[in-house]
């Protein structure tokens, strides 16, 4: 050991130096070590909260495909939908004609449902005839109506229809023929209360009978004007108008009921339709 004071302090402070720098230095690495120790915490707590939200969504956002019924609303509106058409087509009950009535086939047996309501039988009445049909009808109709005609036929009638319907296609007026069971009805409407008993010739009867189809045309057809010439068959127009004017003046509100009422028309077509049935004189 060094004899000199001077050397020995300098040795003391020196090793004291050198133990407050290794002090220090542990400081620091203690210092160090806390923080990375901190951040590997601050880290983990991190991981886990993220980890910890990631299973609470995982589990308040369930899969649309593992969703319960009672929780779909779409499913319960699609379920809704199939029972309500479940219930509907078993409620309803059928009913079919049979001879004209109406028969309740729905079933009888089912428990806890009231009785079906009592319906009173419904007759369907089926009316089918085609437009030769009714025309010769008319025609029977007119040779019964006018029994001084002692030559004329049913046939003679359903000529003058027939040409006059003619000759309005070759002209171009129409495009289809106006003559078919509806306006055949039309027609018989309108003569049942024009024609007389006293018609003393067929030339008469003929120009009643065309008026009557030119009103036909004027109120059933699809032009708005048709000619006047395949109409008249007479020199004095004025004769033609002044029937053309009594015919709307007390036909007028039958025209509209029959087109206006399926029944008045069915009532007008049975009635026609049983002339033909009916014997002949």
């Not at 079919?96 to 449902?113: E, F, M, P």
């Not at 309501?117 to 009808?137: G, Y």
């Not at 000619?227 to 008249?232: E, I």
């Not at 029937?243 to 029959?258: D, E, P």
């Amino acid at each position: 050991m060094c004899s000199d004071p001077f050397s020995y302090d300098h040795h003391l402070r020196c090793r004291e130096k050198a133990r407050m720098a290794q002090n220090e230095n542990k400081n620091v690495n203690n210092k160090k070590q806390g923080l990375f120790l901190n951040g590997l915490s601050w880290k983990r707590l991190t991981s886990k909260n993220k980890l910890h939200e990631s299973k609470v969504s995982a589990i308040a956002r369930t899969p649309l495909d593992n969703i319960q019924p009672f929780l779909d609303n779409n499913k319960n509106i699609q379920k809704a939908l199939s029972c309500y058409s479940l219930k509907n087509s078993s409620d309803r009950g059928g009913f079919t004609l049979v001879n004209g009535h109406a028969l309740d086939v729905s079933n009888a047996n089912q428990i806890g449902r009231e009785p079906p309501t009592k319906i009173s039988p419904a007759r369907k009445t089926v009316i089918q005839a085609s437009t030769s049909e009714l025309l010769k009808c008319l025609g029977h109709f007119l040779r019964r109506r006018c029994p001084k005609l002692k030559d004329f036929q049913p046939g003679d009638a359903i000529m003058w229809l027939r040409t006059v319907d003619r000759s309005l296609l070759l002209q171009g007026w129409q495009d289809v023929a106006f003559i078919n069971p509806a306006n055949v009805v039309f027609i018989y409407m309108i003569l049942r209360d024009l024609v007389r008993e006293d018609i003393a010739s067929e030339h008469e009867l003929q120009a009643v009978v065309l008026t009557a189809l030119y009103m036909s045309y004027s109120y059933m057809g699809n032009e708005i004007s048709y000619p006047l010439k395949p109409f008249l068959v007479e020199d004095n127009k004025d004769k033609f108008w002044d029937r053309c004017i009594m015919i709307v003046n007390r036909f007028s509100a039958s025209m509209l009921k029959v087109n206006a009422q399926p029944c008045y028309f069915t009532q007008v077509f049975t009635e026609l339709k049983a002339i033909g049935v009916a014997p002949g004189p």
